[in-house]
Every structure is written in structure tokens, then in C-alpha cells.
């Protein structure tokens, strides 16, 4: 089993930043793709950013230079900083972890954290 815990949401002002982490715990394995996905209310699951145990990294169009993602596979934990928020980055943000290596299909999920960016 697998564990994966957020932290770090909350309610910013726009143009604000926030840093999001998740900690994996369990059956892990550090060479495993992870990332981190939003969704926001009656909309889809959408993919933020993810990144793999050597550091290749993707983002979605929508983030790009505004967020960053980073792991440190030692701590087995994902960060994502995210800078310059706008009001349309409010969603729910979960982190994900593939289920084999080599794969950027995430299998395990975190319960999700609540970032909402208001004035």
C-alpha cells in the first residue's frame, strides 16, 4: 500500500504564492514518476506538473512559468511551488504517484488539498 499526503493549501491573494508537499509513505518505490494534479468544481481532473525519480519534468500550458515541481526522492516527497497565483488556479490539488516505473500513469492518490485564490 501506498500512502500519499498533502500539505500546505490554503486561501491566497492573487499574485500570491504557495507551496504544496506530499509525503509518500509505504510500498513506495523513489523511481517512481510523481506529480500533481487539480480539479476544480465541475470541471475534470486536470495534470498541474510531474516529474521523474532523474528530474524530467512536465507541465501544463496553463502553469508554465508560474509553477515549479521538485522532489526529493530521500524524503520521498514532491513539492510544488507555485508563484503569481491567479483566481482560476483555485481547485482542489492531489498528488500522484505512478504504479510502475517508467509509467507517467498515476495509480495512487493523495486526499487532496484546497487552494483557493481570492481577493
Known amino acids: 500500500q501506498v500512502q500519499l499526503v498533502e500539505s500546505g493549501g490554503g486561501l491566497v491573494q492573487p499574485g500570491g504564492s504557495l507551496r504544496l508537499s506530499c509525503a509518500a509513505s509505504g510500498s513506495i518505490f523513489s523511481i517512481n514518476a510523481m506529480g500533481w494534479y487539480r480539479q476544480a468544481p465541475g470541471k475534470q481532473r486536470e495534470l498541474v506538473a510531474r516529474i521523474t525519480s532523474g528530474g524530467t519534468r512536465n507541465y501544463a500550458d496553463s502553469v508554465k512559468g508560474r509553477f515549479t515541481i521538485s522532489r526529493d526522492n530521500a524524503k520521498n516527497t514532491v513539492y510544488l511551488q507555485m508563484n503569481s497565483l491567479k483566481p482560476e488556479d483555485t481547485a482542489v490539488y492531489y498528488c500522484?504517484?505512478?504504479?510502475?516505473?517508467?509509467?507517467?500513469?498515476?495509480?495512487?492518490w493523495g486526499q487532496g488539498t484546497q487552494v483557493t485564490i481570492s481577493s
Open positions: 500522484g504517484m505512478a504504479g510502475l516505473p517508467s509509467s507517467w500513469s498515476m495509480t495512487y
